[in-house]
Each structure stands twice: as structure tokens, then as C-alpha cells.
């Protein structure tokens, strides 16, 4: 897969990989050797799901025999955070594992960034940004990029506007 992951990127494409956590019976030993394996592979973008079982499916038969799932669960809506324990990990845990993980894999020890290709990086987080206009650090992130790549006039009233936005929107 890295061999893969590089000949990908290689060819100029981005490369977004998504890993799901918090499978039946999954360990957290298992799922950290899945994010560290995230944090190796050198893809573009990768996204951390939660295992999320949908009736009728193998997972929710597993999870039901497990005796783990709400008798009042919503099903029908999609909901993206987990809302039951295991005996594995807690539905909170899981759900910090998961966006604590982004943070750390997308954000922190970004591939583009390490590598100085700050128009990539920089366009992937705008797709952040411009579907959650209140990320924060999607918006530091572009910033990061735009003053890296000497858009000083256009990071600077950037700067101002996520001023704003963190004083204005709780979300941010």
C-alpha cells in the first residue's frame, strides 16, 4: 500500500485514504496499529471513521449479539460520532480516538506541509474550510500555507477574518 500510496502521488494525484475504528471486537492495540499505520502510509488526507453498524448489515448482527446497541438508536439518521460502548472502547473514547487522530495525522504531521508543497496542502484544507467555515484550524492551516508561499496581503486580511470568526461563531 505505500508502495502504492507513492507511486499515487508520485503521479500528481492526491491520495486520501479513510480508516475505520472501533470495529466489533476491535482492540485499542488494533486500532492504534491502524493509526500508526495512517501516519506512515504518506497519503495526502486520511479520515477516521467510527464503525457505525447499519440494520440489517454483518456489523449491526455482530454488535446486537455483542449487546452493546440502544434499544432507542436512530438508525435512519447518519449520524458521524459513535453512541454506544463496547467492552473494547467507550463511545466517547472512540470518538476523541478519532478526532484527536485528524488533528494529529491531517493538521500536525501533514504531508504536504513537511514536504514544503504548501499549494497542495493548502488546497486540501479549503475543501475543509469551505464545507466547515468555522474549522479554525482548517483556516490557520490555509494561513500557514498562504504566508508560506508569499500571499502576505491576501494572509493578512485572512489573519483578520478568522479573528473574527473565532470571536463571532461558537462552533470555531
Known amino acids: 500500500t505505500i508502495r502504492l500510496v507513492k507511486h499515487i502521488r508520485f503521479r500528481g494525484m492526491y491520495c486520501r485514504l479513510y480508516f475505520i475504528l472501533g470495529f466489533p471486537y476491535e482492540t485499542k492495540e488494533q486500532m492504534r496499529e491502524t493509526i500508526e499505520f495512517a ?4 497519503a495526502d ?3 477516521f471513521m467510527r ?3 447499519l440494520p440489517g448489515t ?3 448482527d455482530q454488535f446486537l449479539q455483542m449487546g452493546v446497541l440502544p ?13 454506544f460502548d463496547t467492552e473494547e472502547i467507550k463511545a466517547e473514547d472512540l470518538n476523541d480516538l478519532c478526532f484527536q487522530t485528524d ?7 501533514n504531508k504536504n506541509l513537511f514536504e514544503g508543497d504548501y499549494k497542495r496542502a493548502l488546497a486540501l484544507f479549503k475543501e ?3 464545507r466547515f467555515p468555522f474549522h479554525v484550524l482548517a483556516g490557520y492551516s490555509m494561513l500557514y500555507c498562504y504566508e508560506r508561499l508569499h500571499e502576505f496581503s491576501f494572509a493578512s486580511s485572512f489573519k483578520t477574518q478568522l479573528i473574527k470568526l473565532t470571536a463571532s461563531d461558537k462552533r470555531a
Open 45 to 47: 488526507w486520511c479520515a
Open 51 to 53: 464503525a457505525i453498524p
Open 39 to 42: 501516519k506512515d502510509v504518506g
Open 128 to 130: 475543509v474550510f469551505e
Open 71 to 83: 434499544d432507542d438508536a436512530t438508525w435512519g439518521m447518519p449520524t458521524f460520532q459513535r453512541i
Open 103 to 109: 488533528i494529529e495525522v491531517n493538521y500536525i504531521n
Open 58 to 60: 454483518k456489523m449491526f
